[in-house]
């Protein structure tokens, strides 16, 4: 696999202004690869468009420091007025939250971890069918959400399932993401 990418962000720099991030995103976002492709290409630099600059780094110490901040937990085996505010207040104010009680079993939580694990470590032939930005799609490979909005790139790639309003077929999904495997 040929990964241009790599190339010129190793060969362009800032001094002579060469280095053209919208075409390495481009690039980038239509090897249908993901981060994972460009591990597997045996990038020896990371690209470019993954730097997030020193002032972003400076600031991200600043605002966290050493603080032991801890992700909002939800358990919902609690009151449900008092469960959907805690809900709410953790998206305002974090953005996400950690659920418990739930009544999922560990080993069905296990299994969907290893279906990730199992899809990322499929050839990047395979995993490509599935890259696309389409939310409506039951399945979805990509990487990074706002790839060509944000002023750099996170270097993950994700992959969704859209369980609403119905599950998806099985046929529908990566056969190493079934249930079951």
């Known amino acids: 696999m040929d990964f241009q990418i790599t190339r010129k962000t190793e060969s362009s720099g800032t001094k002579d202004g060469t280095y053209d991030r919208e075409a390495e995103i481009k690039e980038f976002d239509e090897s249908k690869s993901g981060v994972k492709g460009l591990v597997d290409s045996g990038v020896k630099k990371v690209p470019r468009m993954f730097h997030c600059g020193q002032q972003l780094v400076a600031r991200a110490k600043n605002t966290f420091g050493d603080s032991k901040l801890s992700v909002p937990i939800i358990d919902l085996g609690g009151q449900h007025k008092e469960t ?3 809900i709410r207040s953790a998206c305002r104010e974090w953005g996400f939250f950690q659920v418990i009680n739930h009544g999922i079993p560990v080993s069905v ?6 279906g990730i694990r199992r899809f990322h470590e499929q050839d990047t032939e ?8 389409d939310n409506k799609k039951k399945f979805v490979y990509y990487s990074n959400t706002s790839l060509y909005k944000d002023k750099f790139a996170n270097w ?3 992959v969704g399932f859209s369980m609403a309003p119905d599950i998806p077929k099985p046929a529908e999904l990566p056969h190493v993401c079934r249930y079951g495997v």
Request: proline share 0%.
């Open 156 to 158: 993950r790639d994700t």
């Open 84 to 86: 959907v505010t805690k």
């Open 109 to 114: 939580l296990d299994e969907m971890i290893n």
């Open 126 to 133: 395979v995993r490509k069918q599935f890259y696309g930005r």
